[in-house]
């Protein structure tokens, strides 16, 4: 028997890894370490209900595992056969007991390609990496293929980049291979920084061999014996994940040195940045990584003609290297006959929001939003209304119901005014108000623009200032120009990716809530009742029983009223936090 | 330290390490294969099933027979314990009381490898629900 415990980040912060110690120990205790193994795996991806224990074989599913349920899993599930019934999963809408995994609504529709090995391998242990077919590709490519022809399988396969653009990955490789260098670099871009993205993180940390295999066969297929991995510090289980995976493959040959007796040698060495968005951007990534300011710059020339110290280089992302070995094992056509007729293969999405089910998930192209959001996701939380989805991160838009029957893919969701980005996925419900949602990405892109273009720089701090303006109410219909002309040229003249798609959430939220931004122009007010400066909380009186557990809750002490009378909020002191609103029981605290 | 020189050490690898994650990979599709489960409650434990078990593990893996092993509670028949159930695939399962590593090989030969009853069945007088 296999007892897997979870050991991302999510679940590591929730003490999964004392939850390991102690399975170790009660099973050492009950003398069944020959029989019962426990491994730490990576990200089963259902982060909502982690820690995350699965039973193999018989494949019961647990949930929010605590260190203290060790004992009782191992002497009711390992020794008397019974499952736990307390940390079984339950389905939130049918409240009933679902105890495997292949049960849920959140894996029926999943295909994990990318993710294959989260949850199934110990990222740690090299040996259970070549278990599971593991350098198996490698061997492949390196003794039965020229590096023309590894590259032409890529390019059949329709594999296009994971990380934002969707450039065609085996095209790119190409374009590296064709282009005379003595010194050629690969690079992997694990430089993750879209607000609520983790697949990168989790792929790392649930299986780094998988990155290293591609960047091996990438190397050999362009013909450079150099990679390195540029990771944000602030990931360090990734990091420490991948310095091991690095050594254990050092140690059995697969990196170094004459790969496999062919004659092929290629090292891997590990960059770290300091998290900065605009370092996702190659050129930008490229600099830092020479010791430069992360800046980019204009292309051509791109990074395969000239990138790291001048060299030719090709740079990737985790996601689109990890689905790289698996396409050489089953094949090019295999690979392409899962997805849409320009995207193939799978996505991997972060969940994330007003949603049911938080997680990482996997679906192939052509998936609707309705079926990620409704199925896989298990609706929006509370029993709330959709409103919209927000894809791409910074750089994408909102999408609302009217798409919700769009199949994701590349083109699709540019078509409708979003993006793939590098696949977070932000749910939104009747609270959330779409402008603040707009200031929201516009602040953070302020925030992480280099400066070194002015459309970037000065252009997004002014449709940041405008936003403003419209969510303290004081917006006018100009204003409104304003934005959409500012924001259009802004996405004409920027330098890089960065602020080309910078206006986008505020775009594609004008588009789609135009009468929400009307509404705080015209009518001074905000309709899901998010903007501060346009609500006002009031005292219901006839609701009101004067309990005082608004004015025991009032941060600000803004609320007074004798017990069993009506209280009365103090509008010049109010900070509109919500407060009493929440705790009031009898709806006596109105928002206007 | 172990080196991969070749194309031929990595596949002989792979099929050495196979078995490591061989029951999670198995038990997504647990119908098509075959399963022993030991009864492993205090009493099969005193009655010897651990020695049963891993007997199991390590003669199933080193008779190449593709199978999952697991452990389950007290089937109720402590009066022959160590007992087991092996479900072959699309069969009825089938348990045997009394096994001791003799008998455990007698099933491995004749049943789970020819389909062949051996002595010692007993008659399953339960049904369970899931």
């Known amino acids: 028997m296999h007892i897997l415990v979870c050991g991302g980040t999510g679940c590591h912060a929730s003490a999964s890894n004392q939850l390991l110690e102690n399975l170790k120990e ?170 609520g993205a983790f697949m990168d993180r989790s792929i790392l940390e649930g299986d780094p061999h998988s990155v290293i295999e591609a960047m091996i066969i990438n190397g050999y297929c362009i013909g450079a014996n150099y990679g390195l991995v540029y990771i944000r510090a602030e990931y360090p289980l990734a990091i420490e994940r991948l310095k091991i995976a690095l050594n254990q493959a050092r140690e059995y040959g697969l990196l170094g040195d004459d790969i496999l007796g062919t004659g092929f040698n290629f090292e891997i060495e590990i960059r770290y940045g300091a998290g900065a968005f605009v370092c996702g951007e190659e050129t930008a990534l490229i600099h830092s990584m020479e010791g430069h300011r992360g800046e980019p710059t204009f292309k051509p020339p791109f990074p395969a003609q000239s990138g790291y110290l001048g060299k030719p280089t090709n740079v990737n992302n985790v996601e689109t290297f990890a689905n790289i070995p698996v396409i050489f094992n089953k094949g090019a056509e295999w690979f392409a006959s899962i997805g849409t007729e320009k995207s193939k293969g799978t996505k991997v999405f972060a969940l994330a929001g007003k949603i049911n089910n938080v997680g990482l998930i996997e679906v192939p192209m052509g998936t609707t939003l309705r079926e990620v959001i409704f199925e896989i996701g298990g609706g929006i939380k509370d029993g709330k209304k959709f409103k919209a989805v927000q894809t791409g991160g910074p750089s994408g838009g909102c999408l609302t119901e009217k798409h919700l029957d769009t199949p994701i893919d590349f083109d699709n969701l540019v078509a409708n005014g979003s993006m793939m980005g590098s696949g977070g996925m932000i749910v939104m419900d009747e609270d959330d108000c779409m402008v603040s949602v707009a200031r929201f990405y516009l602040d953070f892109t302020v925030e992480e623009s280099c400066g070194k273009c002015t459309p970037c720089r000065v252009g997004n701090k002014r449709l940041f200032e405008l936003l403003e303006t419209i969510s303290k109410g004081k917006g006018t219909h100009n204003d409104l120009d304003k934005l959409r002309n500012l924001g259009e040229v802004i996405k004409d003249t920027s330098l890089c990716g960065l602020g080309q798609t910078s206006p986008n959430p505020v775009l594609s939220t004008m588009d789609n809530f135009w009468d929400e931004y009307l509404a705080h122009i015209d009518e001074h007010r905000c309709p899901a009742g998010q903007c501060k400066d346009l609500i006002k909380y009031e005292v219901v009186a006839e609701n009101c029983v004067g309990c005082t557990a608004c004015a025991r809750n009032c941060p600000v002490n803004c609320i007074a009223g004798e017990r069993k009378e009506v209280h009365f909020i103090d509008q010049s002191i109010c900070i ?13 605290i109105s928002v206007s | 330290m172990k080196k991969v020189k070749s194309l031929a050490d990595l596949k002989k690898m792979k099929e050495q390490l196979q078995s490591r994650i061989a029951l999670r990979e198995k038990s997504e599709h647990p ?100």
């Open chain 2, 31 to 130: 119908d098509g294969i075959i399963q022993v489960k030991v009864a492993m409650a205090t009493c099969g434990i005193a009655s010897g099933a651990k020695d049963v078990m891993d007997f199991f593990i390590t003669n199933l893996e080193k008779r190449n027979i593709d199978a999952i092993v697991s452990q389950t509670g007290c089937m109720g028949y402590c009066y022959a314990e160590p007992t087991i159930e092996v479900r072959l695939p699309g069969q009825d399962p089938v348990v045997y009381g009394f096994v001791d590593l003799k008998k455990a090989d007698e099933i491995i030969e004749k049943y789970i490898k020819q389909g062949e009853l051996v002595d010692g069945i007993i008659p399953v007088n339960y049904k369970t629900i899931d």
């Open chain 1, 26 to 195: 009660q099973v050492a205790e009950k003398d069944l370490a020959g029989e019962v193994q426990v491994i730490a795996t990576g990200c089963f991806g259902f982060c909502e209900k982690g820690p995350i224990v699965k039973m193999i074989p018989d494949n019961t599913f647990y949930t929010q595992v605590t260190p203290e349920d060790a004992a009782e899993i191992v002497e009711e599930h390992v020794i008397k056969g019974r499952k736990v019934q307390k940390l079984l999963y339950r389905d939130p809408v049918r409240k009933e007991i679902i105890s495997e995994s292949k049960d849920m609504g959140f894996y029926k529709k999943q295909l994990r390609i990318a993710l294959r090995n989260c949850g199934l391998i110990d990222p740690e242990n090299i040996d259970e990496y070549l278990a599971a077919d593991g350098y198996a590709a490698l061997g492949k490519v390196l003794t039965e293929m020229k590096p023309e022809e590894a590259t032409k399988v890529l390019i059949d396969s329709g594999l296009r980049g994971r990380g934002g653009g969707g450039f065609p990955a085996g095209v790119k490789w190409e374009i590296a291979r064709r282009v005379q260098g003595d010194l050629k670099f690969v690079v992997c871009n694990a430089d993750e920084g879209d607000p």
């Open chain 1, 576 to 588: 509109k936090c919500g407060a009493c609103f929440d705790k009031c029981k009898f709806n006596a």
